[in-house]
């Protein structure tokens, strides 16, 4: 009861935060910076392995510049997504612009449903709440609750205030067939880890034995879907572009998993042209395969 009385009481305290205006909230971004990064060191091992690993042919002071930009860029994202609660449908549409959208809406004008995915990269979720503002039909974005049901609530709050739908990854299946008589766009993170005793299929990304979720290459195989892929730019700070990229038109032609092994591939490309704006502080790779 008392950790659910603080939560609410945080809840308050963001959501009053996010009425400061964007410039004032970057302001106190970039003092968050020094104290996450220099003070706290917030999971600065687990950023710090997981670029050394993923990055073997980079010398230990180009790690260090990448490291300092993910961690100044973790901070303005946290306060972007604050943000969210309170920014106006016309900030969101004019920081975040599409390019190929139309792409999608020939297959809702024909009345076909198509399937998305993205990765934790810049921010994914302003992109997927312009994504709201500017698509002709529903959009269903599949998401991982958080532990804390409070959090949970808000946040789901907050990523539907313009016309998305939240669904939880275990009802993912459960709201495709409550929504296959009409056209819609269902969008995954593909980049998530699988709980333990559920990495059935492994990669190589970013130089590192991967476990990869199947979820949407399931998916596609079952409804023949095409896929898009939310290919998402940095401009500058508080500014991105969204690029709709059609990676697999016809997945019942496509061999068992060369879908999850395509968006994989795509992503690790954009990683590695910009490496600073991936979610390098979540332990993407805590699970290890057990050989027999």
């Known amino acids: ?68 930009e993910f961690y100044r860029y973790l901070s303005d994202l946290t306060f972007e997504i604050i943000k969210m ?41 302003w992109g997927m709440m312009a994504l709201g503002l500017n698509l002709s039909e529903k959009a269903y974005v599949i998401y991982k609750p958080l532990n804390n049901s409070v959090f949970d609530e808000w946040f789901l709050k907050i990523r539907s205030r313009y016309g998305n739908v939240g669904v939880p990854m275990r009802q993912t299946l459960r709201m495709l067939t409550s929504a296959k008589n009409k056209p819609s766009m269902f969008c995954f993170a593909s980049d998530q880890s699988p709980v333990r005793g559920e990495s059935h299929y ?40 969204v690029d709709c990229v059609p990676i697999c038109p016809k997945p019942d032609e496509t061999e068992k998993h060369e879908i999850t092994n395509t968006h994989f591939e795509f992503l690790e490309d954009i990683i590695k042209e910009e490496p600073s704006y991936w979610l390098w502080s979540h332990r993407r790779w805590k699970n290890k395969r057990e050989y027999a």
Not at 86 to 115: A, M, P, Y
Not at 203 to 228: C, H, V
Request: charged share 25%; with cysteine; glycine share 4%.
């Open 202 to 241: 492994w990669i190589d990304f970013l130089n590192q034995d991967t476990a990869a979720l199947l979820g949407l290459e399931k998916i596609a195989m079952q409804t023949n879907r095409p896929i898009f892929y939310f290919k998402l730019k940095f401009i500058k700070r508080g500014y991105y572009e």
């Open 85 to 125: 609660s309170s920014i106006s449908e016309k900030e969101i549409k004019k920081r975040v612009k599409f390019t190929n959208l139309d792409l999608i809406e020939q297959h809702f004008q024909k009345g076909e449903s198509v399937l998305a995915c993205t990765g934790h990269y810049g921010n994914w979720e």
């Open 1 to 68: 009861m008392i950790k659910k009385s603080f939560s609410h009481i945080g809840v308050v305290f963001l959501s009053f935060l996010s009425l400061l205006p964007t410039q004032l909230l970057y302001f106190i971004s970039a003092t968050c910076f020094y104290m996450l990064y220099y003070l706290i060191g917030y999971r600065k091992q687990v950023v710090r392995e997981n670029l050394l690993n993923s990055f073997p042919e980079k010398s230990i002071e180009e790690i260090m510049v990448i490291e300092r």
